[in-house]
């Protein structure tokens, strides 16, 4: 979408000054730092974009928010309108690994699940309390319940797509690679990488491992134009799967900062979220 609408543009000024303002003062390199401020201004995102008052959800057949899969382990899981089986989405969210539950991604779950998926959010473990390998296990487990348990979510276990944003695509990500390591690993139709934050040292160690041999399953990546965060990885991320001639789509939004496509009532998110859908319905 190259001209954002005088709602959303409103809804970007917003989010941009609450992030301003939430970190105003902390310093450089602070954020992921100062864990209560950084879940503070994380929450306030939440509660105004991702799950604002008021805002009506999009209709879907049964949407539960807090899942128990194991003890100590939730998920926000919906299931679209239809006899299925459909086609299912495990995702990890955003939020630096360190804040963020998906009880707030209601109203994005609830959209992507309306083109026809089984979207499944785990409420996996939150650093420094826990560890990475603590959250990765947490996926493995989701990945393996939702597969277990797909015939009551009227889902097909042989169309399991894995995704991530933010950090958490990067997560995912690194999931998804550690599976086709392994022989008796999972096996996904797609990968979805919204704004993911494909940087840092771990993530150059993944697309470094990357050759025209490894089994990459097609690969939807979004970003917006006004991302300062993960804008240029995802950009780096594409370059490397066009360099090794692998399936992918890289969708840029005009203007839109992180976060944006998890904000369900923008017009640019619901455009986005929209070409997103469809690349997996072809992928699987």
């Not at 303002?21 to 105004?48: C, E, H, S, W």
Request: hydrophobic fraction near 40%.
């Amino acid at each position: 979408m190259a001209i954002i609408s005088e709602r959303d543009q409103a809804i970007v000024n917003a989010y941009n000054n609450t992030v301003q303002t939430g970190f105003a003062g902390t310093g450089p390199g602070t954020p992921l730092g100062n864990i209560p401020v950084y879940r503070k201004v994380m929450g306030d995102i939440d509660d105004n974009y991702l799950a604002p008052p008021k805002f009506v959800a999009t209709p879907v057949a049964s949407f539960q928010a807090e899942r128990v899969l194991r003890p100590n382990l939730t998920a926000a899981v919906s299931v679209p309108k239809g006899s299925g089986p459909f086609p299912i989405l495990v995702h990890a969210h955003g939020h630096g690994l360190r804040a963020g539950h998906p009880n707030k991604y209601e109203p994005w779950i609830r959209l992507m699940s309306s083109y026809g998926f089984v979207v499944v959010f785990p409420d996996y473990r939150l650093q420094p309390e826990s560890t990475y390998e603590d959250q990765v296990d947490d996926m493995n487990f989701a990945i393996q319940w939702a597969k277990d348990n797909a015939r009551e979510l009227k889902g097909n276990p042989d169309k399991m797509i894995l995704g991530g944003d933010s950090a958490g695509g990067r997560m995912a990500f690194d999931v998804m690679m550690r599976h086709l390591d392994n022989p008796a690993g999972a096996r996904f139709r797609a990968f979805i990488c919204v704004d993911g934050q494909m940087n840092g040292p771990e993530a150059d160690a993944m697309l470094e491992k990357l050759t025209p041999q490894t089994p990459l399953p097609p690969i939807y990546m979004e970003a917006g134009s006004a991302d300062t965060n993960a804008g240029q990885p995802v950009v780096r991320f594409a370059l490397k799967l066009m360099q090794l001639r692998k399936d992918f789509q890289l969708d840029c939004s005009y203007g839109m900062p992180h976060d944006f496509i998890k904000m369900a009532q923008m017009d640019a998110a619901k455009e986005s979220n929209r070409r997103m859908m469809e690349f997996l319905k072809k992928a699987v």
